[in-house]
């Protein structure tokens, strides 16, 4: 079975800071990652998604991750964090081949200081 | 295109009721899933099917029943409502399950 830790439930910070949204796995084999946006009474949306290649994706609204296998980790970065940020973040994951599950984290929220 | 849409948006419901969510997509996606998403859980797959006549349970399908007679349609019908299951459902559509996941807005459901 898969699983999804999100370590922060709620991150704090500056505007025009940096921030790391952090994010492990488990599985007992090869995963898609992703990274989901909730804004305040809305569904949720893609952020950026790691299918195969290079480890470091690049998603919307300046937003990166890089997957490291070694440290079955997804996590999410951002150099410089807006207001507009202001959201819960969720990272999920999915087996390759197998039951077709998409498994969630339980959310991180982000909340943006002027 | 309308992409992914619920009804209702919002619904109260007594223990004992039941009813049904419905949940819509016009981009001709093979996959459909549904979640609830309680505070402190994040999104819980309930159920999700990989095409029209296919559906598969989810983390917690208990309470819950789903059927895919077409493409487009994939409602969630809820047996007998518990207050367990106050919550905000969540449909979504997908190409395939790794690909982009389309969400709707969500139905707040209150059972009393």
């Known amino acids: 079975a898969q699983s999804v830790t999100q370590l922060d439930s709620q991150v704090p910070v500056f505007e025009e800071a940096p921030v790391e949204l952090r994010c492990n796995y488990s599985s007992s084999v090869s995963v898609y990652l992703f990274w989901y946006v909730q804004y305040p009474n809305q569904g949720l949306q893609l952020l950026l998604k790691y299918l195969s290649g290079s480890t470091l994706v690049k998603g919307i609204n300046g937003f990166e991750a890089e997957f490291n296998k070694s440290q079955t980790s997804f996590h999410l970065r951002k150099p410089s964090v807006h207001i507009s940020d202001t959201a819960e973040y969720f990272c999920?994951?999915?087996?390759?081949?197998?039951?077709?599950?998409?498994?969630f984290g339980i959310g991180t929220k982000l909340q943006v200081i002027p | 295109n309308a992409g992914v849409t619920q009804t209702p948006k919002f619904q109260v419901l007594k223990t004992g009721q039941s009813m049904t969510l419905q949940c819509a997509q016009d981009m001709n996606h093979e996959y459909m899933s549904w979640y609830r998403q309680d505070p402190g859980m994040g999104l819980r797959l309930i159920h999700y099917?990989?095409?029209?006549?296919?559906?598969d349970q989810g983390e917690v399908p208990n309470g819950y029943n789903v059927s895919r007679s077409t493409t487009e349609d994939f409602p969630l019908r809820l047996l007998s409502a518990a207050p367990s299951q106050t919550s905000v459902y969540f449909c979504?559509?997908?190409?395939?399950?790794?690909?982009?996941?389309?969400f709707g807005p969500g139905t707040r459901l209150l059972v009393l």
């Open positions: 999920a994951v999915l087996n390759r081949g197998g039951y077709q599950k998409v498994t």
């Open positions: 979504a559509s997908s190409p395939r399950p790794q690909e982009t996941q389309y």
């Open positions: 099917s990989v095409g029209a006549g296919i559906t």
